[in-house]
């Protein structure tokens, strides 16, 4: 079956520190990728998102490559702002039947960044 | 435009009593998905709907559970009757299924509380 991995939390940094949340995946044939962020008290909002090998997703300062060899699709930024403490989920996208994809999450990563 | 609205965004009510969620998707989007999360379990599917059709279900947790969807505008999620092992955040998603690379679209989610 389909599965998203990513690095366990919390994770703590300063202000303008440099940001890597790990994601890998197990799935059959070629899913779609996305990173979503959920803000306190708010459901989660697409952040960014990449359809095929090698596509780079990009939002906010932030960026994820969808590497297919090493079934990867790690979370970056150079410069965190206490604005992006939230809770990060990686997720792929996989046919399921009947003309629907389902999405498989990751269990998310909490970001606190301190001024 | 509008995004998904939920609906009422807390809910307190007594273990054995029916609970009903609701969630309005966004026009035009085609599926429809009801989430749970909690601090342990964290993003939970319950079931999916593509055009008003439920296509999986193996996510609802026991028959005390039901979801319905009308109309391609409207849809609820009943729990009958609650208990305090119900109490979570529950969210609606919807997206316009074409190829899977189309993002969901969350809600605020309902908070629920079983007492």
């Known amino acids: 079956g389909n599965s998203v991995t990513q690095m366990e939390g919390p994770v703590t940094l300063s202000e303008e520190a440099f940001l890597t949340i790990n994601c890998t995946y197990t799935?059959?044939?070629?899913?779609?990728l996305f990173w979503y962020v959920q803000y306190p008290g708010e459901g989660l909002q697409l952040l960014l998102k990449a359809t095929k090998a090698d596509d780079k997703g990009s939002n906010k300062g932030f960026e994820a490559t969808y590497r297919k060899e090493t079934t990867s699709f790690h979370l970056e930024k150079g410069s965190v702002q206490v604005s992006d403490s939230a809770v990060y989920f990686c997720?792929?996208?996989?046919?399921?039947?009947?003309?629907?994809?389902?999405?498989?999450f990751g269990k998310g990563t909490k970001l606190s960044v301190i001024p | 435009d509008a995004g998904v609205i939920q609906s009422p965004r807390h809910e307190v009510t007594e273990m054995g009593q029916e609970v009903t969620l609701r969630c309005k998707p966004i026009?035009?989007?085609?599926?429809l998905f009801w989430y749970r999360q909690t601090m342990m379990r964290g993003l939970e599917l319950l079931i999916y709907?593509?055009?008003?059709?439920?296509?999986?279900d193996s996510g609802m947790p026991e028959d005390r559970f039901s979801a319905k969807m009308p109309n391609a505008s409207f849809s609820t999620l009943k729990i009958q009757p609650s208990e305090p092992r119900d109490s979570a955040v529950y969210f609606c998603?919807?997206?316009?299924?074409?190829?899977?690379?189309?993002?969901?679209?969350f809600g605020d989610g309902t908070r629920l509380s079983i007492l």
């Open positions: 998603a919807s997206s316009f299924q074409e190829g899977g690379n189309q993002p969901q679209h």
């Open positions: 799935a059959t044939g070629y899913p779609s």
């Open positions: 709907f593509n055009n008003n059709v439920p296509i999986d």
């Open positions: 026009s035009g989007h085609n599926s």
């Open positions: 997720a792929l996208a996989a046919y399921s039947g009947a003309g629907s994809y389902q999405l498989t």
